[in-house]
């Protein structure tokens, strides 16, 4: 049998890492993870005993497409306590991860054929999602002055149909602060193509807080998940504010692709939102993470970095060091015993010449991957 020509993608360059270091770890070797981009801590501890307790007496069929009620009103809540924002819960849909709501979103906004820009460096499934369903992604380069955010200007002559946008961005870690955001939005608007808002990473912030695009326009998507904030990765819950009028669009949609997200994730979600004091635990650590890798990658040889207002990403510069960032990733795994990311997933232009360096995991693992950093670019002649 043949496959289609759209579902010919680039692997997501991180899974293959990742697979490489469980080999290297089932190989009995030791491996300190810094390429994925996930906590190392589980979903809260009283979320994980609500579902315990639900399991009981519930038979966690099908949900309703658009999520559990109670979530959806609980996550509109959210917008009041981290934005001052008073949002409609008909307008929240769950969706299975952040990766469901793209495709929920890509196909609701766009015919086959549209073109949907991208900043480069970015998140590399926006791309592989939009070419399997016969979308067209137009990367768009970025610079370092507009802190690796796409600009309005950078809209000029590319006939798109949408723009999305990460804040803060994977891998950079940049934030669009309200005037970027609006200049976008605006530029957007003016031009009569989608907004599209990748929102994943706030409350991982470490300044400022980020700005969501619904504090400025309500005819916007903004995509968010409970993968990060509230180390939920691996429970595949995440949720999309829409305009009132495409609910009923994304609704049917929702139903036939994914009938609904999974019942006992959404419970865990539910619960999560009430355990602040335990989400800030984890957000102490990433402060302290994101201190010591700026502190200890430049000794490594490391230096081309910018401090992240968010996420837990160090994007490097290693061009001086290699052309090949894919054969160097997989040289500081086979040598150095750390998985990092090669930049080519995230930018297939300069990604030659980047590393990304993830912080998520625990504070002895990022002093143990530093002091294996060090010692690897010590004797490699380039740190
Ligand atoms: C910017 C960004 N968006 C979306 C995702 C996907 O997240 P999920 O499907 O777990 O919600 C990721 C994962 O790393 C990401 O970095």
């Known amino acids: 049998m043949k496959t289609s020509s759209r579902s010919v993608v680039d692997p997501f360059i991180v899974m293959d890492v990742m697979e490489a270091a469980r080999a290297a770890e089932e190989a009995g070797r030791h491996i300190i993870h810094m390429e994925v981009g996930q906590p190392g801590s589980p979903a809260p501890k009283a979320a994980r005993a609500a579902l315990s307790a639900a399991m009981q007496d519930q038979a966690m069929g099908y949900t309703v497409a658009l999520g559990l009620p109670q979530l959806r009103a609980r996550i509109a809540r959210l917008y009041k306590e981290w934005y001052g924002i008073t949002l409609d819960p008909a307008?929240?849909?769950?969706?299975?991860?952040?990766?469901?709501?793209?495709?929920?979103?890509?196909?609701?906004?766009?015919?086959?054929?549209?073109?949907?820009?991208?900043?480069?460096?970015?998140?590399?499934?926006?791309?592989?999602?939009?070419?399997?369903?016969?979308?067209?992604?137009?990367?768009?380069?970025?610079?370092?002055?507009?802190?690796?955010?796409?600009?309005?200007?950078?809209?000029?002559?590319?006939?798109?149909?949408?723009?999305?946008?990460?804040?803060?961005?994977?891998?950079?870690?940049?934030?669009?602060?309200?005037?970027?955001?609006?200049?976008?939005?605006?530029?957007?608007a003016d031009q009569g193509i989608s907004f599209i808002s990748d929102e994943i990473y706030h409350g991982i912030q470490y300044g400022s807080r980020a700005v969501s695009a619904l504090e400025i326009s309500d005819d916007v998507y903004v995509i968010n998940s409970f993968s990060k904030y509230f180390s939920m990765t691996g429970w595949r819950v995440g949720w999309m504010i829409v305009p009132k009028d495409h609910v009923r669009v994304i609704e049917r949609l929702a139903q036939n692709m994914f009938i609904c997200p999974s019942h006992a994730s959404q419970i865990v979600a539910l619960h999560a939102m009430e355990c602040g004091d335990e989400l800030q635990g984890n957000m102490a650590i990433y402060t302290e993470n994101r201190r010591l890798m700026l502190e200890g990658l430049p000794k490594c040889g490391f230096d081309k970095i910018a401090p992240p207002d968010g996420a837990f990403y160090i994007y490097a510069d290693v061009s001086d060091i290699t052309d090949d960032s894919r054969a160097f990733a997989a040289e500081i795994l086979d040598q150095a015993g750390v998985a990092v990311t090669p930049g080519l997933d995230f930018d297939h232009v300069r990604g030659v010449g980047t590393l990304r360096f993830s912080y998520a995991r625990a504070t002895e693992d990022i002093v143990e991957g530093l002091a294996r950093l060090q010692a690897f670019m010590g004797k490699r002649g380039t740190g």
């Open 91 to 188: 307008r929240v849909i769950v969706t299975p991860g952040s990766s469901g709501a793209f495709i929920l979103a890509f196909t609701t906004l766009f015919d086959a054929g549209a073109r949907v820009g991208l900043g480069e460096p970015g998140y590399p499934s926006y791309k592989q999602i939009l070419s399997a369903l016969d979308l067209q992604p137009i990367g768009i380069q970025t610079s370092a002055q507009n802190r690796l955010q796409p600009v309005a200007a950078d809209l000029a002559g590319l006939d798109l149909d949408g723009l999305i946008v990460a804040s803060p961005a994977n891998p950079s870690g940049t934030m669009l602060d309200r005037g970027a955001m609006q200049g976008l939005i605006g530029a957007c």
